[in-house]
C-alpha cells in the first residue's frame, strides 16, 4: 500500500481532532477526503506529510514510518496545502528551480513539469502576474518535482472558475494515473468526476471508506411511492432487482433496486397486478452530495 494508516488519534489539548482512524490507498488510486469543516481533514494531511505528530497510531508511506523517518518519508510526497504557499515576486521557472535544488532534482525535471502541467507559456512571467488557475498548476509542478509517489492536494482547485476546473481536474485525473493521489474537497461534482475511492470523515472519525464505483446512482436506484392502502413488506419480494423495502409513511414505501434499468414501469405493473392504487411514485436517486449530507448531518 501507498498509504496505510492505523489507529491514528490526535488531541489538541482535549478536543479529540483525530479518533482512531484507519485507511490506505494503493498505487495508482484518486482518494476524496471528504468531510464538514473541522472535522479532521487537514490535521490528517498534516500528519501524512509529517508536519505534526498524532497522538497514537501508526502511519507508512511507501512502507515508510513517517513518525520514525520523517524525511525519507517526505522524499516520496507531494504536497499541495489549501493556501498555497508561492513566492509571489518570484518568476515561474526561478521558483521552481529554487525548489529543485532542496529534492536536488536536474533542470530537465523542471521543465518536464513545467510541461506535464501546462505552463509552457507562462514560465516566463512573474507568479503574482498569473491567474488563480495557473497558480494552482505552479503549486501543482512543485508538488510533482521530486516525482513523488504519493501526491496530497488541499482543496486544489478552491477559487477556480468553470474552464480552469476543468483543466485541473484533468491534471489531477492524469497524474492518478501513476500516484496516489489524497484529494480533500468539498466540491461533490469534483469526486465524481475524478476520484476512485471515497473517504467521508466528520468528529475526527471515518463515516465511509468505499469504491465509487459502489455508490455509483447507475448501479442503485431507489424509488418512493405511496400506496392507497396498507400492504405486507413480503409482498415486495415479486420485485425483480429488489435489494430493500422500507416502510417510511403509513402507506409510503422507499424501494430500493440494485438494476440500471428503470424500475418504475415494473412497480406500475407491479402495483395492477396487486390490486393497488398508486397516489404518487417518484425517483429518489442519491448522488454524491445526498450521500455526504445524509451521513454527515
Known sequence: MSIQVTSVSKLYKEQKALDAISFSAKKGEVIGFLGPNGAGKSTMMKILTGFISPNSGDVL????????????????????PE??????EMYVREYLQFRAQIFKVDKKQIENC????????????KIN????????????AAAILHNPSVLILDEPTTGLDPNQLVEIR???????????????????????????KVIIIKKGKILLDEQLSNLNPKKQQTIEVAFN??????????????????????????????????????????????????????????NLEMLFREITA
Open 229 to 286: 392502502s396498507l400492504i405486507d413488506e413480503g409482498v415486495f419480494q415479486q420485485l425483480q432487482d429488489l435489494k430493500s423495502a422500507k416502510n417510511i409513511g403509513e402507506n409510503i414505501w422507499q424501494l430500493t433496486f440494485t438494476s440500471e434499468d428503470d424500475k418504475r414501469p415494473k412497480v406500475f405493473d407491479f402495483a395492477q397486478q396487486n390490486n393497488l392504487q398508486i397516489l404518487e411514485l417518484s425517483a429518489k436517486n442519491k
Open 114 to 125: 513545467i510541461e506535464r502541467v501546462g505552463l509552457t507559456a507562462e514560465a516566463h512571467k
Open 61 to 80: 508511506v511507501d512502507d515508510i514510518d513517517v513518525m520514525q523517518n520523517p524525511i525519507e518519508a517526505q522524499k516520496t510526497i507531494g504536497y499541495l
Open 129 to 140: 502576474q498569473l491567474s488563480k488557475g495557473y497558480q494552482q498548476r505552479v503549486g501543482i
Open 170 to 196: 484533468a491534471l489531477i485525473k492524469s497524474l492518478g494515473q501513476e500516484k496516489t493521489i489524497l484529494l480533500s474537497t468539498h466540491i461533490m461534482q469534483e469526486v465524481e468526476a475524478v476520484c476512485d
Open 83 to 88: 493556501h498555497n504557499p508561492l513566492y509571489a
